[in-house]
């Protein structure tokens, strides 16, 4: 375990993982059933007991679980890719979408949660259309207004074809729920590099208590904001991990959109969620714990 993740635990998740330590001790005592001569054996081979503990803790705390479905990868952000100030990213959204409204700009003051990059200004997708879909329809058309721009789903956005994933939707009410008075959620993010070189399926699976995947909706809008993340074929590009798609329109949603750069245009798509390549990383957000 690292320092970061040590000094991430909450006192009240401490005490609650102590308290289910102590709670197993009890109950094996009584369900095994160890007499003198057996709990003696046990404490005689006490390195080997503890070992069997922590390897118990570390499998149900990390999974391995699609652990194939990872490559090395060196490709990274463009060079003049940073995050923008709160309060820019937002000004941009207003001059973008008239009437989309305000921000708790003062969010963006707090120590960022670990793993995130900056703070990010994402709108509620609700606020631009009844369906998740047309959402992401005026999304797209308005990266298609301002530069080069190719939609290989066109057409493929209803709510047969795309869904956001429960994961997701549950995470970005919460974060609707804190920030309830206002249209542009304040959003602690990464644009990808933390998963690079992971399927989306894997990135899912090694997700953090407090993490959540972005979908085509949100890094449409981050796109937006910070044109810059998208500028060339030889970078790391993004998965929308926050999203499922059926090619089929049939119940089958083992795809995931994309986004890319090639042949000088920004690219929308969408491909297996258990592949893997070194080029493309799950852009994910964070909830506070």
Not at 249 to 271: E, L, R, T
Request: charged share 25%.
């Amino acid at each position: 375990m690292t320092t970061q993740s040590i000094t991430s635990i909450t006192d009240g998740q401490r005490k609650q993982y102590l308290r289910f330590v102590e709670d197993a001790a009890e109950k094996a005592l009584k369900e095994v059933g160890l007499d003198k001569d057996g709990i003696q054996k046990l404490i005689e081979n006490g390195d080997e007991f503890q070992s069997r503990i922590m390897t118990g803790i570390r499998d149900l705390s990390v999974s391995n679980q699609f652990a194939d479905e990872e490559v090395q990868s060196s490709y990274a952000y463009p060079k003049g890719y940073k995050v923008k100030g709160i309060t820019e990213q937002t000004n941009v959204l207003r001059q973008l979408f008239p009437g989309i409204g305000f921000a708790d700009e003062k969010l963006a003051d707090q120590p960022l949660p670990p793993n995130a990059e900056g703070w990010f200004a994402i709108p509620k997708w609700e606020k631009f259309a009844p369906t998740y879909g047309e959402a992401v329809e005026k999304v797209l058309a308005m990266i298609g207004s301002k530069r080069k721009f190719y939609n290989y789903r066109d057409g493929q956005l209803g709510a047969e074809y795309l869904r956001q994933h429960a994961r997701t939707a549950k995470m970005f009410q919460k974060l609707g729920d804190e920030q309830k008075d206002h249209d542009i959620l304040v959003v602690p993010a990464q644009f990808g590099l933390r998963h690079r070189g992971r399927s989306v399926r894997r990135a899912r699976e090694v997700f953090v208590a407090n993490e959540f995947g972005l979908g085509a909706f949100a890094i449409g809008i981050m796109i937006l904001t910070h044109p810059e993340r998208e500028v060339q074929w030889e970078q790391l590009h993004v998965d929308c991990a926050g999203d499922e798609f059926s090619p089929g329109a049939d119940g089958d949603f083992s795809h995931a959109p994309i986004f890319n750069f090639n042949d000088g245009k920004v690219k929308f798509y969408a491909y297996w969620y258990d592949d893997a390549y070194g080029y493309y990383g799950s852009a994910s957000a964070f909830v506070s714990q």
